[in-house]
């Protein structure tokens, strides 16, 4: 039987509602858990108050790591003054520091990238001091026109 044909009989029954949600569903499990397939997994984390060990192990058997990088410093927005709050505040643990994710996910494999980049984040810039450390570290910064193979 030809795969559409056979595509077509299994979800027949289906309401295109009931279609959609389970898309969705699927689509939230994998962003949660990391899509896999082909022998590669891409785990996808825009927002991180903390590394715990669960998702540590989680992100160990990815093969692409893309991991919020939204404040390199906690103080970052203070000290800019375009905030009042710390990234830790808002949810999002700093790249820097003992407790920081370049130290919480040190010694990952395979391909590291960060993303979510606030502006006033100096790793934006290149050749910047904390641009080179997390360089340095094997993490990739997210620039426009990114391309990510599996």
Known sequence: MHFVAII???FAAYSAKTLVLLFVSVLIAG???GFSGFGAALIFVPGAAAVTP???ARLERADVVLFDGTLFTDDEMIASG???KTGRRMGHMPIDGADGSLAALSGL????IYIHINNTNP???DGSAER???E???WEVAADGLEISL
Do not use: D, Q, Y
Request: hydrophobic share 30%; glycine share 20%; charged share 30%.
């Open 136 to 138: 340095s570290a094997g």
């Open 109 to 112: 494999g395979k391909r590291r």
């Open 54 to 56: 669960g998702l540590r």
């Open 82 to 84: 375009t905030g009042e």
């Open 8 to 10: 077509e009989n299994t």
């Open 132 to 134: 080179g450390r997390v």
């Open 31 to 33: 962003m949660a858990r």
């Open 123 to 125: 790793i934006l810039i």
